[in-house]
């Protein structure tokens, strides 16, 4: 077990090399010209450019740049940004907390409401329950983000002038729940549909039956004896689902003014600041990998079955 | 001297599907004594599990519903109880073991986990306490080291070493009725033996009144000291199981013990019975085994027998019991 973890951990690495890499080659391929002029404009004095061309060492060849580039990475420089001139690493940890508060919260409503509407529905199969349930969750699925995030704020805040329509609030929880909600719904909506038909798997099967026939009450059978079982594909979505939004929800931070990566990437592309997109992206794909190696990991703790070896 | 332990009275299971109503168990009734052994029998069905699922009050509803009858156990019907007393039954006083016993573990927790849950559940035995008891069921099961077992989980286990942590579990609260659903089916011939010996063993230490399903006849005739023969979701013959052997009197039972394969016999080949079991949402108005019944006459298709008592303690549900005589039939060919 500890060398699986060790060894996943250590494939971490050439995934990142690659993912750098790729990100590196693209600015190249996608934008050819001087990313310094695109980046700083038309009319951009040509002695700044020069100065800063030369700062980030743009003269120098592709390979000692691509090679500086990716040493910078492990020395945990990931270039600085051609708008602010702030280190990349230093714009990206900054912003990092408004996005993991985000991406925990939607996560955690979308397992609170998911889990419990995918297992009532899987119990209750082809009940009213369950078909309010899934149309419920069908909508959540089909309904952009922003538009869900529209209407909370027009009834939550604009209406009944509950909750605040956006912005951070330095960090307090009101200004938290529309946003988590406009996001957790669409993820809940995607883990009550996997929780139901991964339920509706196990629900059936003989050892639910002895868990019943043992005597034990039907809440123990469901939750003890058939969630654990059902788990596995849930876990999987709800990993994936929180390393995307580890990377920044784009959308949603948008609607409701959040100061997260999702807006910073955006930025970065509308103003071509290509270390910052860099970092970003990078960013984003370390946190997906690292999600899905702990996802990974949970396998072996909720199936007994699954050997690391 | 014995008394009963449960009565089955009347006992009608239905189930209530799309394309119909399935009468799966209907009319079935038979006792239990203390520390008998009752056998079930018929062919795939024939509402054997429907019947055993009745019991424990376990029939998967909707579509399935208890529609009439009583179980009598000691001295309650279970069919009126609340669903809060029939749960301190089930797995304490009346156990159930299943068929299949590579899916009737859970897989995700250890063996002593799953036997442990038991017993803390209806005998209050706190972990350790209970995964001592663990250790003892599973030595007396005959699993070989029970300390190291007891942390493993099902699947490092064969088939007959999980029937026989099944039957561990099954004993563990020390119940007065075990249901074994064709406890050995799923498994191989020597591995069958074995089980069927140990429940027998432990049926004479714990003095349990076992029900045994099966659809093979000759699993009965070791262990069971009478015999219902179910088919059609009814009762076609019971009685005791000497006597079932030696005299059955319906053609059904005849062809059942036919087709006992026999090791030592001359021939040794299976002679299943011909035909197959009617569609349940369809029975015939008449004898329910009669496209099937090589003596079925006008009668026996217009009109369905009652069940008889022919002989002390002998039912048959046969038009024409008295006139055949299926001794030969059996014995001989
Ligand atoms: N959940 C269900 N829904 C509909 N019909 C059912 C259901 N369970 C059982 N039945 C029907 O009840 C009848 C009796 O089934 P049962 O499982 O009791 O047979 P059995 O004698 O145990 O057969 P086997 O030897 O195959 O286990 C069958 O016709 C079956 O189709
Ligand atoms: S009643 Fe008729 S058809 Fe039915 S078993 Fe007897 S003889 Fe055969
Ligand atoms: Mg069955």
Redesign the pocket.
């Known amino acids: 077990m500890l060398g699986y973890i060790l060894r996943k951990t250590l494939m971490v690495v050439p995934i990142l090399i690659g993912i750098a890499t790729i990100t590196f080659l693209l600015n190249f391929v996608f934008v050819p010209g001087d990313p310094v002029r695109i980046s700083m404009g038309q009319h951009a004095d040509p002695e700044t450019i020069e100065m800063i061309r030369a700062e980030m060492g743009l003269d120098d060849p592709l390979i000692v740049q691509y090679g500086r580039f990716i040493g910078g990475l492990f020395k945990g420089d990931f270039g600085k940004s051609f708008t602010t001139r702030q280190p990349v690493l230093d714009m990206v940890l900054e912003r990092f907390p408004a996005t993991a508060k985000l991406a925990l919260a939607a996560t955690i409503i979308s397992i609170v409401l998911g889990v419990s509407a995918g297992i009532v529905s899987a119990v209750k199969s082809n009940s009213f329950l369950d078909y309010f349930f899934m149309t419920f969750s069908m909508l959540g699925i089909s309904m952009p983000v922003y538009w869900l995030g529209l209407v909370l704020i027009v009834v939550f805040s604009l209406n009944l002038d509950l909750l605040p329509a956006g912005g951070y609030g330095s960090g307090s929880l009101r200004y938290l729940i529309l946003p988590a909600f406009a996001l957790g719904f669409r993820q809940a909506a995607k883990v009550a549909r996997m929780t139901r038909s991964s339920m509706l798997e196990v629900i059936d099967k003989d050892y639910v039956k002895t868990a019943r026939a043992k005597g034990l009450s039907e809440q123990i059978v469901v939750i003890k004896h058939a969630l654990k079982n059902a788990l596995i594909p849930v876990i999987t979505v709800i990993g994936t689902q929180l390393g995307y939004l580890l990377g920044g929800a784009v959308l949603t931070e948008s609607v409701f003014s959040w100061p997260g990566l999702g807006r910073l990437a955006v930025n970065a592309v509308l103003k071509r600041d290509f270390p910052l997109i860099q970092g970003t992206v990078i960013f984003l794909a370390a946190c997906f990998v690292l999600v899905n190696l702990l996802v990974d990991l949970s396998y072996g703790l909720l199936d007994p079955r699954i050997r690391y070896d | 001297m014995s008394s009963t332990l449960l009565e089955v009275k009347d006992l009608q299971t239905y ?1 209530f ?1 799309d394309r119909g109503t ?1 009468k ?2 209907d009319g079935v009734s038979f006792d239990v004594e203390k520390g008998e052994t009752l056998g079930i029998v ?10 055993a699922a009745s019991i424990m009050q376990l029939v ?1 509803s909707p ?2 519903d208890i529609v009439g009858g009583e179980i009598n156990f000691k001295d309650e019907n279970l069919l009126d109880l609340k669903m809060k007393r029939i749960r301190k039954i089930r797995g304490n006083e009346i156990s159930m073991i299943f ?1 299949e016993p590579m899916t009737s573990l859970n897989p995700v927790y250890t063996i002593g986990e799953q036997i442990s849950e038991v017993l803390r559940l209806h005998q209050g035995l706190n972990k350790d306490e209970a995964l001592e008891k663990s250790i003892d069921m599973l030595e007396k099961v005959g699993i070989p080291s029970p300390e190291e077992r007891v942390h493993e989980h099902p699947h490092q286990l064969s088939g007959g070493m999980r029937q026989r942590v099944m039957i561990a579990m099954a004993l563990a609260c020390n119940p007065e009725l075990l249901i074994a ?2 406890p050995t089916t799923a498994l191989d011939v020597t591995i069958q033996a074995q089980i069927l010996e140990l429940m027998d063993e432990l049926r004479d230490e714990f003095n349990t009144s076992i029900i045994l ?1 099966t ?1 093979n006849l000759g699993v009965i005739a070791e262990v069971a000291d009478k015999v219902a023969v ?1 088919y059609g ?1 009814r009762i076609v013959e019971q009685t005791d199981t000497v006597t079932l052997y030696k005299d059955p009197e319906h053609p059904y039972t005849a062809g059942l013990i036919k087709s006992i394969p026999k090791i030592e016999g001359s021939e040794g080949k299976l002679k299943p019975i011909k035909g197959t079991v009617p569609d ?1 949402l369809n029975f015939p108005n008449g004898c329910k085994f009669a496209n099937r019944c090589n003596y079925a006459e006008e009668k026996c298709w217009a009109e369905e027998p009652d069940l008889e008592e022919v002989k002390p303690d002998h039912y048959v549900r046969c038009w024409r019991w008295k006139e055949l005589d299926l001794k030969n039939e059996s014995e001989v060919k």
């Open positions: 189930f599907t399935v799966a168990v018929g062919e795939s069905g024939s509402g054997k599990s429907v019947t998967p579509p399935g068929q659903d064709e399903i659809h179910m979701g349940p």
